[in-house]
Every structure is written in C-alpha cells, then in structure tokens.
C-alpha cells in the first residue's frame, strides 16, 4: 500500500538555525499538509497545500514558516530561525483531490525536531 | 475558536469487553468529521470520514455514529483485543476552510 514517507526521522539543531522536514507524498494525492504536536498537547494543523499554493494556515504558521513542492513529488517545510518553542514531532499528510478535507489523510511517521 | 474535546481521555478494559468513545465539535459550519487509530512509534491510520448527520460507519469491530446537530460523535469497538490498544483522534472540519483539528485522543488500553 502507498505511504506519505517523511525525512529525516530526528533531527536536531541548534536555536537559530534553519531546518528542512521533508515528505514524499502518496503520488496520485493532490492535498498536502502539515501538523504538529508539541509533547503532551494536541496535533494542531499548520498548513495546507493545493494547486502548488497554500490553501489555509493556522495562527501558527507565521512567517518563519515556509511550504514549497519544489519537484512535484516533494513537499517541504523549511522553519527559519529556530526557537526553543518550534520543538515537537512534525506531521506531514496527504489526501486525494475529491471533497479535500472530507477525504480521510494519510500521515507520515513524522519527524522529531529538538531545538538545542 | 473551534474546539475538539474527546472524551474519557484514557480507558483500560479486558480483552472481550466492548467500549466506546465520545468526540465533541462545533454543530455549526459542519463539513466532516475523521476517526484515526493512532499506534504508539507508529502514524494515524484513517478509520472513518464522516460528512452526513446520522451517518454510521463500520470497519470489522469498529463503528462510528455522527451527530451534526448537537455536534457528537461515538467511536464503538466490539469485543476489545489487546491489538485495539491505541489512541483513537478525532478531527473536525468545518466549510469554506482546508483545515482539520483534532481533540486530544482517548488512550485505549486492552488487557489480555
């Protein structure tokens, strides 16, 4: 079975420093997004992606954060200048094209981020 | 702000017993309501989608009503079995938006 596949699995950088979490959606999906859960708190939606443009953000998503589909196969999330705060396991989802958020998501391993 | 609450936040139960879990979310703009199984080290599988008021779903053991106009859910496993020891999150999604959110879980423990 097809299946969101994220990298790296942990990564760790120092406050300050920029990080890309890259995904590799299943192929024929056409939504993407990203979440995150911040240890022992809820998974909160950051962003969501259509047509090679963002098509909702949370209050979260502010402008340190970036998406982009640079190839038509991977999506990333760039997070510039890290802060202590940005730790937390980062989701990457995807789905298919008909009814958008009323198709089920499909959810990568996720990538641990530990800002030092 | 929309909120998400599901409800008991943990369970422990005996291999056999059938038990059930509550999602509460806003009953105005409705759009779908997801169900995800949540294994620990593992990613959320999608159990159920639904967008209809009085919809009901059913994969195997597994079972979910939707109540739109008083804003519940119920998530129903038959006959537990230690491998259903997860967390079960549900997501609401509202119209006009791309953006899911999610309770807290309830965390599922079965003893053998």
């Known amino acids: 079975e097809p299946e969101v596949t994220q990298t790296p699995s942990h990564q760790v950088t120092q406050m300050g420093q920029e990080v890309i979490l890259r995904c590799v959606p299943i192929s024929n999906h056409l939504y993407f997004y990203w979440y995150r859960q911040i240890l022992g708190q809820k998974v909160e939606f950051l962003v969501s992606?259509?047509?090679?443009?963002?098509s909702e953000k949370s209050e979260i998503f502010d402008d340190q954060f970036s998406v982009e589909r640079p190839d038509g196969s991977n999506f990333t999330l760039k997070i510039r200048s890290t802060k202590l705060e940005d730790s937390a396991m980062y989701f990457c989802?995807?789905?298919?094209?008909?009814w958008g958020v009323g198709q089920p998501q499909h959810f990568g391993d996720g990538t641990r981020l530990s800002i030092l | 702000i929309l909120n998400v609450e599901q409800s008991p936040q943990s369970l422990h139960v005996q291999e056999g017993d059938s038990t059930n879990f509550t999602c509460s979310f806003p009953s105005s703009n409705f759009y779908a309501l997801h169900w995800y199984r949540w294994e620990t080290a593992k990613s959320p599988e999608a159990l159920f989608v639904m967008t209809l008021n009085g919809d009901e779903k059913k994969k195997g053991r597994i079972s979910a009503t939707l109540n739109t106009k008083e804003g519940y859910s119920y998530l129903y496993i038959k006959g537990s079995q230690p491998e259903d020891s997860a967390t079960y999150l549900c997501a609401f999604s509202a119209t006009g938006g791309f953006k899911t959110i999610f309770g807290a879980g309830t965390r599922l423990f079965v003893k053998a």
């Open positions: 989802a995807s789905s298919e094209a008909l």
């Open positions: 992606f259509y047509n090679n443009e963002i």
